[in-house]
C-alpha cells in the first residue's frame, strides 16, 4: 500500500445502505427469487432451456465454473500474505476473502439450482452415499469445504466488529490450520474441473479436449483470481471515492500475469504436440472463441509489458478487465461453445437462466456494499483527492 495507508488498520467504511444502486441490485436480486420460485415449484423446463443433450448450462458453466475462477482470489492472496509471506499484499486479504466466500456461496446456490432432485443435495454429505471415482464428487465436497473454510477465515473480522476480543485472538491462534486448507482444497477442485472435460473426450472440441486441462484450468484460475482482486480495488476507489493502490496493484498483477504466460505456452504448446492447431483456422465457432480469449488473455502481457506501466492505474485495470474476460470466455467456450453431444442438440441460455445469473450477481455485489460499509474489510482512509479516485 502507499505509505499513508500502509499501516492504518480495517476499518467500517459507513454511510447508507439504502442508494439507488442498492435498490436496483436488490430488485435485479427479488428478480431472480421470482423466477426460482418457478425453478422449485414447477422443475427445471419451466424455467431453462436444459435437454438431454446439455444437461449443464450457463449456472454450471459461468455461475460455477466462471464464477469460482474469480473467487480465487481468497486462496491465491492468501498464498502471497500467509505461505509466501508477502506481508506488503496483507491489505488485500479481507476484500479478497469477502468476494472469494460470495463467488463460492454463488457457486454452491447454483449448483443447488441446477440439480434436478435438489431435495436430496445432502446426500453428499454422508459417506455411504460417496461416490469417490467421481471427478463431481470430489469437486462438490472441496467446494463445500472451501467455503465453510473462508468463513471460518473470515470470522475474526465478525468478532472485530462485535467487539469480542478473547474469542477473536484464540482464534487467531489456530488459524494457520485453516489458512493452509484454504490454500490447498482450490487447487484440487479449480484443477478438477478441467478433469471433468477429460471425461467428455470427443463430446468437446479438440481446441479445447487435452489432457493438460487441469493444468490450464489451475493456471488460469489463479491468474484470473488475482485480476479480480485488481478489479474490485479499482471498483471500490471508484465507488467509494478512495485512492486506487495502482503500484501495489500492479505488482500483483504482474505474478497473474506470470501464470496467464505459463496457460499460454501449455495451450499452444498442447495443440501443436497433437497436430490440432489447424483447427483454429478453420471456420467454426469454437476457433473464433479460441482466437477471441487468448487475445483478451494476452492483452496484459503486451500492455504491462515494464514496470512503468504496471504503475499506470489505467493499463493495470484494463489488464485485469482482459484477464478475467479472457478467463471468462475460455470456460464458457469449453463447456459450451465446444461441447457438442451430437447432431440434434442445441442449447442457449432462456431469459429464466439470464435473470438468475444476473440476480445472483447483483447479489454478491450488494452483500460486498453492505461487507464494507458495517464490518472492518478494506483499510481505514481518508477521502482521496478526485485524481486518485478513479483509474487514469
Known sequence: MSAELEHLPPAPVGGKLVTPTTAVLFGLVLAMVGVLAMRFTQGLGAVTNLNNGYPWGLWIAYDVVAGSALAAGGFTTALLVYILNRGEYHPLIRPALVAALLGYVQAGASVMFDLGRWWDFWHLFLPKYAQVNSVLFEVAVCISAYTLIIAIELMPVVLERLGLESPRKKLNRVLFVFVAIGVLLPTMH???????????GPQVHPLYQSNWLPLLFLSSTMGMGFAAVT??????????????????????????????????????????????????????????????????????????????????????????????????????????????????????????????????????????????????????????????????
Open 190 to 200: 479449480q484443477s478438477s474441473l478441467g478433469t471433468l472435460l477429460v471425461v467428455f
Open 231 to 392: 478489479i474490485e480495488g479499482a471498483i471500490s476507489a471508484a465507488g467509494l471515492r478512495r485512492p486506487f493502490e495502482k503500484e501495489l496493484l500492479g505488482k500483483l498483477l504482474q505474478i497473474g500475469r506470470v501464470l496467464i504466460g505459463v496457460f499460454l505456452l501449455v495451450r499452444f504448446g498442447d495443440l501443436l504436440c497433437r497436430g490440432k492447431l489447424g483447427l483454429a483456422f478453420t471456420p467454426s465457432l469454437p476457433a473464433l472463441t479460441f482466437w477471441l480469449e487468448n487475445l483478451l488473455l494476452s492483452v496484459p502481457l503486451w500492455l504491462l509489458a515494464t514496470k512503468r506501466h504496471r504503475t499506470s492505474a489505467r493499463r493495470v485495470f484494463y489488464g485485469a478487465m482482459a484477464m478475467a474476460l479472457g478467463g471468462i470466455v475460455y470456460r464458457l467456450s469449453a463447456f459450451l461453445v465446444a461441447y457438442d453431444t451430437g447432431a440434434g442438440w442445441h442449447y442457449f441460455p432462456s431469459v429464466g437462466e439470464l435473470t438468475v445469473t444476473v440476480g445472483l450477481i447483483a447479489f454478491e455485489v450488494l452483500a460486498i456494499i453492505i461487507a464494507v460499509r458495517v464490518l472492518p474489510i478494506l483499510p481505514a482512509a481518508a477521502t482521496a483527492p478526485a485524481s486518485a479516485q478513479r483509474p487514469s
